[in-house]
């Protein structure tokens, strides 16, 4: 904490995410203001009862982890740092609903976010060329706090978070319609859902 000679303070915090994550941080980070502002005890009581997500007993691995798997690198950069170019692109409502209406109807009612991962997973495959066979995979962190039964009680500020991995070959990914991207992404988040 750094005390500012107007009475304000500067507080700044790292997070270990052995530890917590980010719905964690924002609880402690809330705490934090409600003590700050004078409250006796915080509106929600920290819960650490970690053993909830303790591995089975016997461990049993019922899902394949391939955030885990070791993948060999090339050490190669995909692109040349002077073949880059950066665009900022912005996905408004407009942007959104034009992607939606190329999509099969059965795929429509997926999320905004599962959406822009396709199309971006997909276009970025697009723009790499990599060879058709080459594995090209995509992960993204799920917030695991609503996918328990029982669910981890109100307060729980350990890690809850899984990082699921689509996979596909890249000429599939490429030739195929966004509804592919889409497909995959959607069955990996589900696979996620499923497994814990």
Not at 124 to 140: H, L, Q
Not at 173 to 196: G, I, N, R, Y
């Amino acid at each position: 904490v750094t005390r500012l000679k107007c009475g304000g303070f500067i507080f700044a915090i790292r997070l270990n995410h052995t530890m917590s994550d980010v719905f964690g941080l924002y609880q402690f980070l809330s705490t934090v203001g409600e003590l700050a502002a004078g409250a006796e005890i915080p509106s929600v009581l920290p819960v650490w009862q970690r053993h909830l997500l303790n591995a089975r007993d016997p461990p049993h691995v019922s899902y394949t982890h391939h955030e885990y798997e070791n993948i060999p690198s090339t050490n190669e950069a995909l692109i040349p740092p002077d073949n880059m170019v950066q665009r900022s692109i912005f996905f408004g409502p407009t942007e959104i609903s034009a992607l939606r209406r190329g999509l099969s109807p059965h795929l429509r009612h997926c999320t905004t976010f599962e959406l822009l991962t396709a199309c971006i997973w997909r276009c970025r495959t697009i723009a790499i060329s990599p060879g058709p066979d080459e594995e090209v995979r995509i992960m993204c962190i799920v917030n695991g706090r609503g996918l328990f039964n029982p669910p981890l009680p109100t307060g729980y500020y350990g890690n809850a978070s899984a990082i699921p991995v689509a996979i596909s070959a890249a000429g599939n990914l490429c030739k195929q319609p966004l509804d592919f991207a889409l497909e995959l992404v959607m069955k990996t988040k589900s696979e996620t859902e499923e497994s814990t």
